[in-house]
């Protein structure tokens, strides 16, 4: 197999999609195949050159039109078979050009990343949703045959390397995690106000907060004997702090399939989330792997779940049942197999009949020049799904 991946996010930057595309391709890697790889180009490119073949960049700061046809070339150059686009919008508008199996996948059921997903979808083999309700949304509002829209869950790596201690990782207190930052969309004000409040209900747990936090959040948590802040991290630290840690939230009110929920399942953490928009409820049942939270009254009966592990050995077995799920559900093992069975589905494709030119796209998420947040106009655009052409 020859692949090419496709990403908005370089390798050394970026969260949950870019953790999807190194697992999809140090994956592909460790079978054997070919792959290639086009994004916004790293800083360090160390990464690529171990794990892929050969890469071409493709980022707001290109020439959409040259590199367009850049990339064409670059595909039929390098004989590439099968193409698996994650929020990348060059590659996105050259589909109908592409001689390849294509097959996008939608990482969230909103915002301008659901709209991208399905933009040429007639030239796309398969739309994967990584959730039951993004399935339903995008075949009911975008109108896009069911057939063509599987639901493919997303998976990791098996790093754990403690599997035998599973019991509490502290001998003073239990070790919460939370990594949404101060982002809402992520629950951070559900956290918030829950270390807030709750009294004595702390005195056995410590809440370790990572992520980017504004000035307002800090002023907040500075002082809270039980919040520990540490800012943003790499992911490997963050995994290391997940095999010592007890529990993980993850309130958020919309998601996909939440690479960071899988990561805390592996890593053996009960973990409590909520029931909005995302596979969050799939992932955990309620009262086997951790708790299902509604999100009006998360933080009181957040409070409730840890009053509840205080009182019981509930934690613990959950801790057990959380590392099982992930091995029985969400290995990459599994997410590979299941996207090389839609690659394999598709007949050979007849040699290309000519179509009309790519309708070409601006790159749908670019940063200012601080690195920091979009432009106001594409923010805009990204809130309501809006795609640009060029």
Not at 49 to 62: M, N, P
Request: proline letters at 4%.
């Amino acid at each position: 197999m020859i692949i090419l991946i496709g990403s908005s996010s370089a390798p050394d930057t970026g969260s949950g999609i870019t953790t999807y595309c190194k697992e999809m391709v140090e994956e592909f890697f460790r079978r054997g195949f070919s792959v290639f790889y086009t994004s916004p180009k790293p800083v360090d490119a160390t990464w690529l050159e171990q794990y892929c073949d050969g890469f071409i960049e493709t980022s707001q700061f290109v020439d959409v039109s040259e590199r367009s046809i850049n990339l064409i070339n670059f595909v039929a150059d390098n004989n590439i078979e099968y193409i698996l686009n994650n929020d990348n919008p060059i590659l996105q508008s050259v589909a109908s050009k592409l001689d390849a199996v294509f097959i996008s996948v939608a990482h969230l059921s909103r915002t301008n990343i659901l709209s991208l997903a399905c933009y040429n979808h007639q030239y796309c083999d398969y739309i994967i949703s990584i959730c039951s309700e993004m399935q339903s949304i995008i075949v009911n509002t975008k109108k896009i045959d069911t057939s063509k829209v599987p639901i493919v869950y997303n998976g990791i790596y098996d790093t754990y390397i403690q599997p035998e201690n599973f019991s509490s990782r502290s001998s003073v207190k239990k070790t919460i995690i939370y990594c949404g930052g101060s982002i809402e969309r992520k629950g951070s004000d559900l956290v918030l106000q829950s270390v807030l409040s709750g009294g004595s209900v702390w005195s056995e747990y410590q809440l370790h907060w990572y992520g980017d936090l504004s000035k307002a959040y800090i002023n907040k948590l500075e002082g809270l004997p039980h919040v520990t802040m540490f800012g943003r991290v790499a992911r490997d630290r963050l995994q290391l702090a997940l095999q010592n840690s007890d529990i993980f939230l993850l309130p958020s009110r919309s998601e996909g399939c939440p690479m960071a929920l899988i990561e805390a399942m592996s890593m053996a953490n009960a973990c409590i989330t909520s029931d909005g928009v995302g596979a969050m409820d799939v992932m955990v049942q309620h009262g086997r792997e951790g708790y299902v939270l509604n999100l009006k009254q998360w933080s009181d009966q957040f409070h409730s779940c840890l009053t509840h592990f205080s009182r019981t050995k509930t934690l613990d077995s959950m801790k057990h049942l959380a590392r099982d799920k992930y091995l029985q559900c969400y290995t990459i093992n599994n997410t590979v197999d299941n996207v090389i069975t839609l690659f394999e589905s598709v007949d050979a494709k007849p040699v290309s009949q000519p179509v009309s030119e790519p309708k070409l796209l601006r790159w749908h998420r670019p940063l200012r020049s601080d690195g920091i947040k979009s432009p106001m106009v594409d923010r805009f655009c990204i809130k309501f799904g809006l795609l640009r052409k060029v």
